[in-house]
Each structure stands twice: as structure tokens, then as C-alpha cells.
């Protein structure tokens, strides 16, 4: 796989990602859902079906997984410095994550504009469905 793998972590460094990317950042998938959530931790996440993504943690015990609404997702947030990394879903064809593009370790200067998303609509099948098609692959370690 080629492409170029972009860092991100949380401010204490506790947990992180690395995002195999294979479009550049101008034509990234970057959105602003309107959840209650992510609105109050003013996230823009991306993902792309073709690229790749793993998440690590330098302090595992500082991981906090934290579900909510549906409870399809984890969402991965530092229990010290309290910043929001990216989720992770698990179903029968695998894991698949978004990461927060606030959590990179270097913004690109040229990343797309976030478009303002809303999920609310979704059945739980249906969110699922639209994860499993739209999220990157996660690889490397379960953490």
C-alpha cells in the first residue's frame, strides 16, 4: 500500500493514530457531524474505504471508550487530557474507524472544508451499513 500515513494523538500523547491516507488532504472526506457530541467537541473527522487506519496507546489505561445514542461505536478519548481521537466500530466484516482530523499531529494546510453532516434519521442498521461502506479498515492491535 502506498500513500502517506498522517499522526495524530491526543494533547498528552497517552493515545493516537496513525492514518494511512491515499488521497491527498485537499480531497479528503472531512465532516462536522451535528451530533451533541461531536458539536461540543467540535470535531471534523474523515475516513476513506481505501485508505488504512490503527489506533495506538502509548497508556492504555488512559483509553476511555465511550458509547452512546445507538452504542454501535467506541469512541476513543483520553481519560487525562480529555481529547476525542476517532471510533472504532466492530461488525461481522471487520473494524472500521474515523479519526478527528483536530487530533493530527500536523494539519495540512490544504485539508478539505468540513461539510456539516446529521445521522439522527439512521436506523441502527442503517448506521452500521453506512460505516461498514464509508469508514477505513482499522488495522494493527485491538486496543
Given amino acids: 500500500m502506498t500513500g502517506v500515513v498522517h499522526e ?9 493514530f496513525r492514518y494511512h491516507a491515499m488521497l491527498d488532504p485537499v480531497s479528503w472526506n472531512v465532516r462536522a457531524c451535528r451530533c451533541s457530541f461531536c458539536r461540543a467537541h467540535h470535531a471534523r473527522t474523515t475516513s476513506d474505504p481505501n485508505a488504512r487506519m490503527e489506533f495506538v496507546a502509548e497508556r492504555p489505561f488512559l483509553m476511555n471508550r465511550y458509547r452512546f445514542a445507538q ?10 487530557c480529555g481529547v476525542y481521537v476517532g ?19 500536523s494539519i495540512p494546510a490544504d485539508i478539505a472544508a ?13 448506521r452500521i451499513a453506512r460505516r461498514e461502506q464509508r469508514w477505513s479498515p482499522v488495522i494493527g492491535a485491538d486496543i
Avoid: K, W
Wanted: hydrophobic share 40%; aromatic share 6%; with cysteine.
Fill in 114 to 126: 468540513p461539510v456539516a453532516m446529521e445521522y439522527a434519521a439512521e436506523s441502527p442498521q442503517e
Fill in 87 to 105: 471510533a472504532v466500530i466492530r461488525t461481522a466484516r471487520g473494524r472500521f474507524g474515523i479519526v478527528n482530523v483536530n487530533a493530527l499531529r
Fill in 71 to 80: 452504542r454501535s461505536a467506541d469512541f476513543l478519548l483520553c481519560r487525562q
Fill in 8 to 16: 495524530g494523538s491526543c494533547h498528552c500523547g497517552a493515545i493516537g
